[in-house]
């Protein structure tokens, strides 16, 4: 087998840019746009938009119903996918130190929220009567 003495040509490279994808055929506008058309639905038309209330809800079941699938697998191939167990350790301690700051920052601006709005103040509401007799 012989080799040829002339060069190889030089790969071509191309200087264009990869196009972007319209914004359409991202889920964020497929989102804002059905949330668009719930809002006009139930501005025009209330009464379809109470009939399609099952929906809805099934919706947000179906949701509820994997999420926690979601997570789990998720932080279970996390965890494959790291090859020191130290690692994993600190990964947890960080999470768990995270969730507890971000939990008592939570807590402290809701407690402040709702001494500065006072929410339910201006109802005259007589719980006595409200209460059901037993």
């Known amino acids: 087998m012989e080799v040829p003495d002339t060069p190889l040509p030089a790969p071509i490279v191309s200087s264009l840019k990869p196009r972007k994808k319209p914004f359409y055929v991202n889920l964020w506008a497929h989102v804002l746009l059905a949330i668009g058309l719930a ?7 209330p009464t379809k938009a109470i009939a399609m ?4 809800d099934a919706f ?3 949701i509820s ?3 926690s ?15 020191d167990m130290r690692k994993v350790g600190r ?3 960080k999470a ?13 601006m809701g407690l402040v929220v709702g001494n500065v709005v006072r929410p339910g103040s201006g109802f005259n509401v007589n719980v006595a009567r409200s209460m059901p007799k037993p």
């Open 53 to 56: 209330k099952p929906l809805g």
């Open 39 to 45: 809002i006009a639905l139930g501005y025009f038309s």
């Open 96 to 108: 768990l130190l995270y969730f507890e700051i971000v939990s008592t920052l939570a807590l402290f």
């Open 65 to 67: 119903m994997i999420i």
């Open 91 to 93: 990964v947890g301690g």
């Open 60 to 62: 947000i079941k179906l």
């Open 69 to 83: 699938l979601i997570v789990f697998c998720t932080v279970v191939t996390g965890i494959a996918g790291m090859q």
